[in-house]
Nanobody, 117 residues
Framework: HLVESGGGLVQPGDSLRLTCVAP???????MAWFRQAPGKEREFVAA??????YYAEVAKGRFDIDVDNAKDEVYLQMNSLKPEDTAVYYC???????????????WGQGTQVTVSS
């Protein structure tokens, strides 16, 4: 059972850090962040497993995924936010750190991120 938090309304250029509480998942499974904007498909943002991180092109250089195994938490640090980053952000867990949402079997309820001036 994954629980996200940290979303909100920010201005372009601002930063935001999302947190996902993932009991008993972070050590043994891949953890990922996806997002879904209104009217669009849910898309991959970033994933991490065993210390290796992977990013979608839209996230490279701006977003950073990290894990705290002691707290069973996963983070998504988002910098230089743009209006097109507006979406519901979901935390997910699966066996492999891949880009396909179909390969993740645990999901959170999502947290809304809105970037607007």
């Amino acid at each position: 059972h994954l629980v996200e938090s940290g979303g909100g309304l920010v201005q372009p250029g601002d930063s935001l850090r999302l947190t996902c509480v993932a009991p008993e998942r972070t050590r043994s499974y891949a953890m990922a962040w996806f997002r879904q904007a209104p009217g669009k498909e849910r898309e991959f943002v970033a994933a991490i497993r065993a210390g290796f991180a992977y990013y979608a092109e839209v996230a490279k250089g701006r977003f950073d995924i990290d894990v705290d195994n002691a707290k069973d938490e996963v983070y998504l640090q988002m910098n230089s936010l743009k209006p097109e980053d507006t979406a519901v952000y979901y935390c997910a867990s699966g066996r492999l750190a891949v880009r396909s949402k179909d390969d993740y079997d645990y999901w959170g309820q999502g947290t809304q991120v809105t970037v607007s001036s």
